[in-house]
């Protein structure tokens, strides 16, 4: 179930920490991959270390540009033929999209909301929309979102990026109705959210630069994740190759945690 040979797998924020290891377990079961990015000579570079790269390519394509997706649609159908899941990595936070002791909730720029919500709310539908219509014409296909764990408990502080994944977990549902409902039962779309893993973009949060001793913030995450640890870019793999494959062929508009059991605790 987990061999993705012949099948053509779209993936945007193949070139992020968490994104790099999702492609290369791609390329490691067989999959075509397509990775969208804005600097397609970045990603190529990436490919090129992987074993099996002749099967893996970058597209040129913004997750925030319509027009950039259509192309790079066609560019994957020339290439691959067709279009079997879409992996929809590319997300992110902005810095003044969360509170600070010098940034309170009443300051917050509207352009840093705007920013958080474009690239996870509409960088997660425009693309759906655009590999989508190619699943909806072949009447089959699968979509994968990239949550957070944030979406499920808003995390403080964090207002922008928890809004906009709560956003992307209703999206999730509404679009897995919509698709099996109207296109075909064989589309599915889920998410994964991963909980707290400790990234180039987290990690002087979560540590201290010098020691690399935990911050007060980085202690309070692990005293509430029950398996005392932060997440590794691997321990996504398993589910995301599940969530994609036939082993979840009744499986659509779920979320699941990938967290070490943080959000099962109830913090006593
Ligand atoms: N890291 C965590 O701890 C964590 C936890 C929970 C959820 N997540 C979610 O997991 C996903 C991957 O996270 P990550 O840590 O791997 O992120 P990352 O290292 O910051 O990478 C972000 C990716 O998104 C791409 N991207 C950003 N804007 C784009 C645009 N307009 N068009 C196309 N691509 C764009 C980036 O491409 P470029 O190479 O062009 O910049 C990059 O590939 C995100 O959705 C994130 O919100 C992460």
């Known amino acids: ?3 993705f040979t012949g099948r053509t797998v779209v993936v945007t924020g193949g070139t992020g920490v968490l994104g790099q290891a999702m492609v290369q377990a791609l390329v490691g079961c067989g999959a075509n991959v397509a990775v969208i990015a804005r600097s397609p000579a970045k990603a190529d570079a990436q490919l090129s270390a992987l074993q099996g790269s002749g099967r893996a390519r970058a597209v040129p394509g913004d997750v925030l540009n319509k027009e950039s997706l ?9 290439k691959f033929g067709r279009v079997d899941c879409l992996l929809n990595g590319a997300g992110g936070n ?3 999209a969360t509170t600070k002791p010098d940034l309170s909730f009443f300051d917050m720029p509207e352009e840093a909301l705007r920013f958080v919500f474009d690239l996870n709310m509409l960088g997660t539908i425009l693309p759906s929309q655009i590999f989508g219509r190619q699943m909806a014409a072949q009447a089959e296909g699968v979509i994968l979102n990239v949550s957070s764990m944030s979406a499920l408990r808003p995390l403080t502080r964090v207002l922008g990026y928890s809004a906009a994944k709560a956003g992307v977990n209703s999206f999730t549902q509404w679009l897995a109705v919509h698709l099996a409902q109207e296109y075909s039962p064989r589309i599915r779309v889920n998410a994964i959210a991963p909980g707290f893993f400790l990234t180039e973009q987290n990690r002087f949060l979560l540590t201290d630069q010098e020691t690399g001793a935990l911050t007060a913030r ?4 692990i005293n509430h994740t029950p398996m005392g640890r932060f997440g590794a870019p691997d321990d996504l793999l398993g589910t995301m190759l599940w969530l994609l494959s036939p082993a979840s062929s009744f499986v659509t508009g779920i979320v699941v945690p990938v967290d070490g059991g943080f959000s099962a605790f109830g913090g006593v």
Do not use: F
């Open 218 to 221: 980085g202690q309070s995450i």
């Open 70 to 78: 259509a192309q790079a649609a066609q560019a994957v159908v020339q």
């Open 1 to 3: 179930m987990y061999d």
């Open 94 to 96: 902005h810095p003044s």
